[in-house]
């Protein structure tokens, strides 16, 4: 098995005093790609933003290429590890195209403008999510749907080898859901990267990774191989409430309820 | 297929306006020339009169408008930035309140000239330091948590200015009230805001890039790479600096910081690599030809020239705002 992008060694984080995760250790290696499953509050976002070098470990370790996180400088981790956040976070109006192009940012020396080549690239990422032709519209005019696609057009932008996707499906409807989560699972079978994405639907996790990382709060973490970790017992501990596990053409549908 | 005119189209049209507007500037005036007679006189020979007047009077007081338009402009588009916020100005943090408090008390103690201008960097200053030493609090540093704090010392300032205008004389209640709507005629030669400006503008465009991806939000900025709390830092420093240089040459003129951004904007669009230097040329602009009405409209009387900057600029700018298509 090829060197893991991505380790965590006994890492802790916490959130104003909760517990998040105690001394986890996960090993991503590329071609995979992990779901991220967990209640309300119970800290998905602040360890993926903790993955991501954005904020200190309680205790611990973050390795990114074998390299501790915190050790490399920031610019080089944004050329190896993407992260798509929950939010949108501007207020300042620019245009779709311009906003897919700040990707490109960690790639350029510091006095180059962007080239035809970046343009060429940032074009393709929003004809890949289905924003073709809405290249010169002010992002702040986008439906909720189509700013979400265009934060997702961004990070393809930014074209990292490590992944890291805080809800990719909020807010999409069914034809993006399952479009766009095919070609994340297809970033993670090509050219030696990894997705860990954080997701709400379970059948969404059942069907585009190959494992899941379970977050039950208190600081218990459960990872293993999607088959096997999502069943009915788990799911009903990881969301308080009754879930069914249905067989169904060969695979499984997960429906909330006894 | 672009949303907004290129390069090659936009900055000689802004140059070709900034020569016209200083132009016009040096050219109207209590006696009032031909292209001719400025041309000559700008060369060194014509009559000794319009040498004078052009070299003397109008020239320094042109440079010093263009200078400050193009600092509150510069600053006020950093400003935006640091706070991602499209109201910000750059009095948002109370350095146009500290620097007033600083001017009028200078003229409450009778001072003139130099020391009003001393005062007002000085009370520029220390509105600055004292802004960023209470935002910075228990909780760190948020923008937000900036704002606020620079609004409560604005109007802590607000309350002192009142007090002062209450205490002044009646002879120093002039000059105080001019000052506070901005005014070029304490003369200067325009020389240092002119020196700030070119080498602010010099030393912030390398980071326009980063400020492109600042503006998408800090989080965002910090992932991709760019050290988020220096450059804000930096931003600040920098913003605080060109606004005390702007308040201290002229007093406080409102309206230009704000607008010049956005009319940029809506003109040419929101890269900072074109909206710095372009807010720059379009405020020096404004502010001058804002300067040569407010001194010429109502001959003899010298109007302030913040009277004229909101009286051109609302209009201007809510046509702009009104023809702009989506929102903002």
């Known amino acids: 098995m090829s060197a893991p992008l991505l380790e965590t060694r006994a890492l802790s984080v916490e959130i104003a005093g909760k517990a998040v995760c105690r001394d986890l250790d996960l090993s991503l290696e590329p071609g995979r790609c992990v779901g991220l499953l967990g209640g309300n509050g119970v800290g998905k976002t602040t360890l993926l933003h903790t993955l991501a070098g954005l904020r200190a470990p309680l205790s611990g370790h973050v390795l990114l290429d074998g390299v501790p996180l915190a050790s490399q400088p920031r610019r080089r981790v944004a050329q190896r590890l993407g992260l798509l956040m929950q939010q949108p976070e501007d207020s300042l109006p620019a245009t ?61 932008v930014q074209d990292p080898q490590l992944f890291l996707l805080d809800e990719p499906a909020h807010q999409l409807d069914l034809q993006h859901q399952m479009a766009l989560l095919g070609q994340i699972k297809g970033l993670a079978g090509n050219q030696g990267r990894a997705v860990l994405m954080s997701l709400h639907d379970i059948n969404l996790a059942a069907r585009f990774c190959d494992s899941v990382l379970m977050l039950f709060g208190g600081g218990e973490a459960l990872f293993g191989a999607s088959d096997g970790v999502l069943n009915a017992e788990n799911l009903s501990r990881l969301y308080h409430t009754p879930v069914t596990v249905l067989p169904w053409q060969g695979g499984r549908v997960f429906v909330a309820g006894a | ?50 040498r004078t ?56 103690l009778g001072l003139a000239g130099i020391w009003v201008n001393g005062g007002a960097f000085l009370g520029a200053l220390l509105s600055t330091l004292l802004v960023f030493a209470l935002a910075h609090g228990r909780g760190g540093w948020t923008p937000t948590r900036l704002l606020l704090t620079g609004i409560a010392v604005a109007a802590g300032w607000g309350a002192v200015i009142s007090l002062l205008l209450v205490l002044g004389s009646d002879a120093s209640l002039h000059s105080m009230i001019f000052w506070l709507m901005g005014d070029f005629s304490y003369q200067s030669s325009g020389s240092l805001a002119l020196v700030v400006l070119v080498l602010g503008l010099a ?48 007093g406080a003129i409102g309206f230009v910081g704000l607008v010049v951004p956005h009319m940029f904007r809506m003109l040419a669009g929101g890269d900072h690599r074109r909206l710095l230097p372009g807010a720059v040329l379009l405020g020096g602009c404004l502010l001058m030809l804002a300067d040569t009405l407010a001194r010429t409209v109502a001959e003899p009387r010298q109007l302030p020239v913040g009277v004229v ?17 989506g929102p903002l």
Do not use: K
Request: aromatic letters at 6%; one cysteine or more; proline letters at 4%.
């Open chain 1, 96 to 156: 779709v195209l311009e906003t897919a192009l700040i990707g490109r940012h960690p790639h350029l020396d510091f006095w180059r403008w962007e080239s035809h080549r970046d343009v060429a690239i940032a074009r393709r990422a929003l004809r890949n999510v289905g924003l073709e032709g809405l290249e010169q519209r002010v992002q702040t005019a986008l439906s909720g749907g189509e700013r979400r696609r265009l934060d997702i057009a961004t990070v393809l």
């Open chain 2, 53 to 108: 007047v052009v070299l003397d009077l109008r020239l320094p007081r042109s440079v010093s408008a263009f200078a400050v338009g193009g600092l509150l402009a510069l600053a006020g588009t950093l400003m935006q930035v640091l706070l991602r916020n499209p109201l910000a100005d750059p009095y948002i943090l109370g350095v146009s309140g500290g620097a007033a408090v600083g001017a009028l008390g200078a003229f409450l």
């Open chain 2, 309 to 325: 900057t909101a009286a051109m600029g609302v209009p201007l700018f809510l046509y702009l705002l009104n023809r702009a298509r």
């Open chain 2, 1 to 50: 297929m672009q949303r907004h005119p290129r390069l090659v189209i936009w900055l000689p049209a802004l140059l070709l306006l900034t020569l016209l507007a200083f132009g016009v500037s040096l050219a109207l005036g209590s006696t009032s020339l031909s292209l001719h007679q400025l041309w000559d006189a700008l060369g060194g020979g014509g009559d000794v009169l319009s």
């Open chain 2, 203 to 250: 030393g912030c465009w390398p980071f326009a890039r980063q400020l492109n991806v600042l503006a998408r939000g800090e989080t965002l900025a910090e992932a991709l790479g760019i050290a988020v709390r220096p450059l804000s830092i930096a931003i600040y420093v920098a913003a605080s600096l060109f606004t005390a240089v702007a308040v201290t040459e002229a």
